[in-house]
């Protein structure tokens, strides 16, 4: 890899970000003006800081949620003016045969077909203001489209079917395992992003502009007291692990598993007996703590109590540190005075703030996970770009809606030309994968597993059930998974 490229992935891999096509994609919840997703939170920021001029700003949102209609659920190509799916994927796939200029001439320009239409085959809502204007409005909205759809991987023609997905997994032995919260939903942990089930549905309560600001760097500076008001239902309470995480140990076993990069902190893959070295918690763990002050650093067992407790957990070193300063003498309080704009923050600032007049208050200890706003760990930029891209002969995707950076990155980084494999509840419509294997991951693992002959083993494997496969209607290559009973 080109020194420059090295230098602009360190760039863009650096700090968690959501990306932008989670945001806005709920018509609904835009309206209603609730909150989803980062551009909210954009949206927020704009709002304070440029009051009065911010229509643009405004529009710039409705044109990201024209960008990111839910093609997913079909919504976008049932309804009428729409293109259907079979249409949406053909007008796709011509557009990279013949090229863009080609493309458009013998579309719009044509006059085979509207601007606004075509915007659809895009996975494209046509967005209400523009509604009832000439075509021609639509057309910087098509351009944008086409330029996403352009700069998508191509999906590998040859690789199609379950079997195909098997050969490649048999064959392969440097695979790459990315990793989300999926893979562990079975054990009772929520994911984040399920409506209803997700970590951020149950989080709607907390009054924040956005459940994701609990894991936001500069809020748990300001009150860490919301981030402990939940950690202790993402605190893994258990080294149960799922049959998906016994299958990449079984990839281990069998000398295949290059790295398993995950994005979840419940750390069940060591209690799975995924090796050290090759595994990258992206999103670091909870296994040890580091005080945001001294940087002391502990297991988290030091901190458990506090963290079930919903408590905020303080610095020991720093605690003793004050009580040797002579009584009497005042030092600065840690966190820093902000804004406070909202309710509980507020609250949390009120409480510390006569603590503050008086004593010194010890630094706040954070679980060593990675939160927005902070980088990942070196390990993750290092393995992927100085090691694994050159090796890597298979990827497989499992259990996340790829819509966190810089993670999300890693299948775009990695060489075209190796197949890339995804299983998932969710078809993942901004990455071209070769082959979508859509439904609960134990299942899918364990009927991969029954193909290609090997013994998944795991308590959670009915012996009596068979998995029926269907390929999906409209799709060569993505197909649902579901366990028959007998
Ligand atoms: P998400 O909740 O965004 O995505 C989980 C995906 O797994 C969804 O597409 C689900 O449909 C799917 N899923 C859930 N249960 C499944 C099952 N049993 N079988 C198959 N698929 C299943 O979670 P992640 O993609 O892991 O980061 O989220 C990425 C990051 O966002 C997290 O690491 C966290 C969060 O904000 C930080 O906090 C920095």
Known sequence: MAAEDAARWHRSLKAPTVETFDLLSDEETFNDGANVGGVTRERDALSEESEGE??????LSFWEEALNAEEEAGELFDNDGACTLEEALAFRKRLRVVGE????AETVEAGTISAKKLCTAFGIRPPFFLEGQEDEAFYPLLGLGICRELQKRVKLPQYNTVDDAVSLLKKSRNIIVLTGAGISTSLGIPDFRSKGTGLYSQLENLGLSDPQEVFDISLFREDPSIFYSVAKDILPSSKKFS???????LLQDQSRLLTNFTQNIDNLEGHAG?????LIQCHGSFATATCIECGYNVECAKIYHDLKAGKVARCDRCIQQIRQVKPGSKRKRSSNGSSG????????EDSTDDEDDDIAVAGVMKPD???????LPKRFHDRLLEHDRDLVDLVLVIGTSLKVAPVSEVVGVLPPSVPQLYISREPCSHVEFDIDMLGNCDTIVTELCRRAGWDLQHEMIAENSSIDVQLQEGYESRFSFKIVDT
Do not use: A
């Not at 911010?54 to 529009?59: L, M, V």
């Not at 049959?243 to 140990?249: C, K, L, V």
């Not at 995924?274 to 090759?278: A, F, S, T, V």
């Open 243 to 249: 049959p998906t995480h016994s299958f990449i140990r």
């Open 341 to 348: 704009s909202r309710k509980r923050r507020q609250s949390y």
């Open 101 to 104: 200029d080609c493309f458009l």
């Open 54 to 59: 911010n229509d643009e700003d405004s529009q």
């Open 274 to 278: 995924i090796l050290p070295e090759k």
């Open 369 to 375: 996970i990675t939160f927005f706003g902070e980088d």
